[in-house]
Nanobody, 127 residues
């Protein structure tokens, strides 16, 4: 399974951006999905996650209230809506999928729990 992330770009502080992630090969409707990011010179960090059902979400404190993760299992896409972007949001954003889960509510903030990864999409927030 390969994950294709798209939607990155250059925006100004306060702007919005929507990232999308779509798997190829087969659906990941049985997996939790997450977004992580890595800024230059820093370690990869958790951003947001959504359960396989879409009913439970988790966010890093730094993005809570500004970012929204959602999934459409019919269209097999996961979306990260990013509002009120700040310069510190600048990073390469990666979508990730977990192994299939029994629980419809399980999510994880730990990158080691995700086995499928996309190639990343660059988000740059600068005036």
């Amino acid at each position: 399974v390969q994950l294709q992330a798209s939607g990155g770009g250059l925006v100004q502080p306060g702007d919005s951006l929507t990232l999308s992630c779509k798997p190829s090969g087969r659906t990941l409707s049985g997996s939790a999905m997450g977004w992580f990011r890595q800024a230059a010179g820093k370690e990869r960090e958790f951003v947001a996650a959504v359960s396989r059902s879409g009913s439970r979400t988790r966010y890093a404190d730094s993005v809570k209230g500004r970012f929204t993760i959602s999934r459409d299992n019919n269209k097999i896409t996961v979306t990260l809506q990013m509002n009120s972007l700040k310069s510190e949001d600048t990073a390469v954003y990666y979508c990730a999928g977990s192994k299939p889960t029994v629980s419809t509510l399980w999510t994880s903030v730990d990158a080691d729990d995700y086995i499928y990864w996309g190639q990343g999409t660059q988000v740059t927030v600068s005036s």
